[in-house]
């Protein structure tokens, strides 16, 4: 199948430092590419969608300047979580999906677990 | 507005059994669902999925069922192993914008 790779896995910065996090999907392209929010022991939460060649849309709720989001080519995408703050501290998971936005196989990448201290 | 939710928290389950998780779902124009395993400190992955025209999929030791009537969704684990032990979840695709929502999440554990 399809793989999506989260870079990096863990990462640990400072309050008001910014961080980015990337998503690439290694063997395929995608047009389209998603950022979820996890915190412990709750579900998945859409953050906004990446577009390639566009602006990202963002779910509401979610400040588009806290979380920089960049498309800029059909196999990275990246999110820079900007003056992070301890409850930024979250696991960050991207996925990707085959062919244009209503195509249904979304593959996940192994998610990105931060830390703000 | 509406969502996708899991009935239970928790499920234990002695290795050998089967198990069955619930889902719940509220928009009954959704006609796309899925179901993703998730362990601990990893990116969920796919299991198994169902559209709405369908009522029962089977895959490798897992079945899904769908019953439109009560907007209810079940993943049955046949002959359930330690391997299976992790977070699932339910996720139905928005049908306005084909975006995935996640459902709470089922934690379930296989004793030896």
């Known amino acids: 199948g399809a793989v999506v790779s989260q870079h990096p896995s863990r990462v640990i910065c400072k309050s008001g430092t910014s961080v980015k996090i990337e998503c690439r999907s290694l063997?395929?392209?995608?047009?389209?590419m998603f950022w979820y929010r996890q915190f412990p022991k709750q579900s998945l939460m859409l953050m906004a969608t990446?577009?390639?060649?566009?602006?990202?849309?963002?779910e509401q709720g979610v400040e588009k300047d806290k979380f920089l989001i960049n498309h800029a080519s059909l196999t990275l995408s990246t999110l820079t979580v900007t003056s992070a703050h301890p409850e930024d501290s979250s696991f960050y998971i991207c996925?990707?999906?085959?062919?244009?936005?209503?195509?249904?196989?979304?593959?996940f990448g192994q998610g990105t677990r931060l830390t703000v201290v | 507005g509406e969502s996708v939710g899991l009935h239970l928290p928790t499920l234990s389950v002695q290795e050998g059994d089967n198990s069955i998780i619930n889902c719940a779902y509220s928009?009954?124009?959704?006609?796309?669902f899925i179901w993703y395993k998730q362990e601990s400190g990893k990116g969920p992955q796919f299991i198994i999925d169902?559209?709405?025209?369908?009522d029962k999929r089977q895959g490798q030791r897992v079945t899904v069922l769908l019953n439109k009537t009560v907007k209810h969704l079940s993943l049955q684990i046949a002959a359930t192993q330690p391997g299976d032990s992790a977070v699932y979840f339910c996720?139905?695709?928005?049908?306005?914008?084909?975006?995935?929502?996640f459902g709470a999440g089922t934690t379930v554990t296989v004793r030896a």
């Open positions: 990446s577009n390639e060649g566009s602006k990202a849309t963002y």
């Open positions: 996925s990707a999906r085959l062919g244009g936005p209503t195509n249904t196989e979304a593959f």
């Open positions: 996720a139905e695709m928005r049908p306005n914008d084909y975006k995935l929502s």
């Open positions: 169902i559209r709405s025209n369908m």
């Open positions: 063997d395929f392209q995608a047009t389209t």
């Open positions: 928009n009954s124009a959704s006609d796309y």
